[in-house]
């Protein structure tokens, strides 16, 4: 197995280079619609592991100096493999660095790996939004699990400052 997170880099996306990446968008994201709504907010990072292109993160802001990991995908010949701890360490330190207060994050009630994953990288349990996958256009299962609510994760980063 290789282990490519200790050479983990993000790089930035330019606006109008976003759409580019759709095909990784769409491995953690199933509706391009969806992914429309949101791919011209906030930051977007291609990650590399070495010289290869094995994802993207996207991060958008609210009020009160709050960032969203709102879609991190990595292709699956590299997952388990310490990428995206990588990218969730590296994005912690950028947005701790700018003195943001917490990250959150949110998964499908079905993705039972990403709320395993949150977890290990630090993330705790928030709030539950229930029926959000609702407004899908389509159905989303996953293991056998139909997507039905949101999972809301959140890590601090830094005091709150007023």
Sequence with gaps: MKQANKHVRLTFIQDHQRHY??????LADESEIVISEY?????????????????????????????ELKNIAISPTYRGQGVGKA????????????????????????????????????????????????????PIFEDGIRALDMIMFDKILNERKY
């Design 21 to 26: 990446y759709m095909e990784y968008l769409l």
């Design 39 to 67: 791919i011209n907010d906030g930051d977007m990072f291609a990650v590399y592991a070495g010289e290869l292109l094995v994802g993207v993160a996207l991060f958008t802001f609210h009020s009160d100096q709050i960032v």
């Design 87 to 138: 990218v969730i360490q590296e994005a912690c330190s950028l947005y701790r660095g700018q003195g943001l207060y917490k990250m959150i994050v949110g998964t499908a009630n079905s993705s039972i790996a990403n709320i395993a994953f949150y977890q290990k990288v630090g993330f705790r349990m928030a709030e539950v939004k229930r029926d959000f996958f609702l407004n899908y256009p389509e």
